[in-house]
């Protein structure tokens, strides 16, 4: 069984920093794709950024491009995200995801398993 366990998530101020992790068990990481989604109250989820299986490629969200990088880690069956310049318009519930596609993009249904989320909060 495949599980994803994010961690990280804070209250922030504006034009602060943050690293979300986001640790991979139940399957060798190096072959899942992971991204980053996020969902804001009463809003749909929507795509972050994600990375191919050897970190090669990377995809990000327009609003993002720039402030965010992902990574990860293969040895440590990890992925993050760093968030910099955060916005308050970045205050959502942040998921990592994996998916058994080399390099996804964008759209949710490319990910086969996903994690419980973890809030991050930036006020002005």
């Known amino acids: 069984q495949v599980q994803l366990v994010e961690s990280g998530g804070a209250l922030v101020q504006a034009g602060d920093s943050l690293r979300l992790s986001c640790v991979v068990s139940?399957?060798?990481?190096?072959?899942?794709?992971m991204g980053w989604f996020r969902q804001a109250p009463g809003k749909e989820r929507r795509f972050v950024a994600s990375?191919?299986?050897?970190?090669?490629?990377?995809y990000y969200a327009d609003p993002v491009k720039g402030r965010f990088t992902i990574s990860r880690d293969n040895a440590k069956n990890t992925a993050y995200l760093q968030m910099n310049s955060l916005k308050p318009e970045d205050t959502a519930v942040y998921y990592c995801?994996?998916?058994?596609?080399?390099?996804?993009?964008?759209?949710?249904?490319?990910?086969?398993?996903w994690g419980q989320g973890t809030q991050v909060t930036v006020s002005s």
């Open positions: 990375i191919s299986w050897t970190g090669g490629v990377t």
């Open positions: 139940g399957r060798t990481f190096s072959t899942v794709a």
């Open positions: 995801a994996a998916s058994r596609s080399r390099r996804p993009k964008d759209g949710a249904y490319e990910y086969d398993y």
